[in-house]
């Protein structure tokens, strides 16, 4: 039977000497191996396990019901956030209002390079959008991400180093294992009808696209926010304010 793994989250209620101990030794008479294991949460534990028997995880879940010692708020296959939980302590600060939205700050770029990498790894159409001020690390964090999922990176359009607006790409450039870089304000606002084919060629790609600045991208084009399958905010601290005015003067005076 093919390995499975499990997303197992607990609240600690009593913590007792030997709490961890005792359910390490529970999972090893089921034959349930854990992967990794970390505290995510004030007084929460979340484990990555993996079993070849569904049958071994209900039977698991039936014996923590009943614990007075922790009260079991997860036990499921893993989603992203699980993984990403257990991999950095800690859940990522996702927006309440529109849960494909994810908020960073600068010291957390670690964080989500890594976010990003898992996201990148996996194949066919994605179309992301990345907000933030000009000089925050959007860039920076795309191509890091880049590497880390062991993906080929095209900048489309951009002002990294200098500006950059192609009108074509070259045929090694060309497949699903590129991320496609596109600057929303260069694409939209500085290029030509040339880059606007390509760049509507690449957005039908089965491929990973990652827009900076998406908002000036969907206010400019017929493209909407329903389009994205998720959009990452970063700033410089939580309190920073993405102020598009200010990126719109810049916009003639070049960032």
């Given at each position: 039977m093919e390995n499975n793994d499990w997303y197992l989250e607990y609240q600690i209620h009593r913590n007792k000497p030997g709490l961890l101990g005792d359910l390490a030794s529970l999972l090893g008479m089921l034959s349930i191996n854990i992967i990794t294991i970390n505290g995510v949460d004030n007084r929460r534990r979340g484990m990555l396990i993996r079993t070849d028997d569904q049958g071994k995880i209900e039977a698991l879940r039936n014996i923590l019901i009943r614990s007075e010692y922790i009260t079991l708020t997860a036990?499921?296959?893993?989603?992203?956030?699980?993984?990403?939980?257990?991999?950095?302590?800690?859940?990522?600060?996702?927006?309440?209002?529109?849960?494909?939205?994810?908020?960073?700050?600068?010291?957390?770029?670690?964080?989500?390079?890594?976010?990003?990498?898992?996201?990148?790894?996996?194949?066919?159409?994605?179309?992301?959008?990345i907000r933030g001020?000009?000089?925050?690390?959007?860039?920076?964090?795309?191509?890091?991400?880049?590497?880390?999922?062991?993906?080929?990176?095209?900048?489309?359009?951009?002002?990294?180093?200098?500006?950059?607006?192609?009108?074509?790409?070259?045929?090694?450039?060309?497949?699903?294992?590129?991320?496609?870089?596109?600057?929303?304000?260069?694409?939209?606002?500085?290029?030509?009808?040339?880059?606007?084919?390509?760049?509507?060629?690449?957005?039908?790609?089965?491929?990973?696209?990652?827009?900076?600045?998406?908002?000036?991208?969907?206010?400019?084009?017929?493209?909407?926010?329903?389009?994205f399958h998720y959009i990452i905010e970063l700033r410089n601290d939580p309190e920073e304010e993405i102020r598009y005015d200010a990126i719109d003067t810049d916009i003639r005076q070049g960032f």
């Open positions: 036990l499921r296959p893993p989603k992203l956030m699980d993984r990403m939980a257990v991999r950095h302590g800690r859940y990522l600060d996702r927006c309440s209002e529109d849960m494909r939205t994810y908020r960073f700050t600068r010291d957390e770029i670690g964080l989500l390079v890594d976010f990003l990498a898992e996201i990148f790894q996996r194949d066919g159409h994605q179309l992301i959008g001020m000009p000089r925050v690390g959007k860039t920076e964090s795309i191509v890091a991400s880049s590497v880390c999922a062991n993906k080929r990176w095209t900048f489309v359009s951009s002002t990294l180093l200098k500006q950059t607006v192609r009108r074509q790409l070259g045929m090694d450039e060309i497949s699903s294992n590129h991320v496609y870089i596109i600057d929303g304000i260069v694409s939209t606002m500085r290029a030509n009808e040339e880059h606007g084919v390509l760049l509507r060629d690449i957005l039908r790609m089965k491929a990973t696209k990652v827009i900076e600045h998406p908002d000036i991208f969907v206010r400019e084009t017929e493209y909407t926010m329903d389009d």
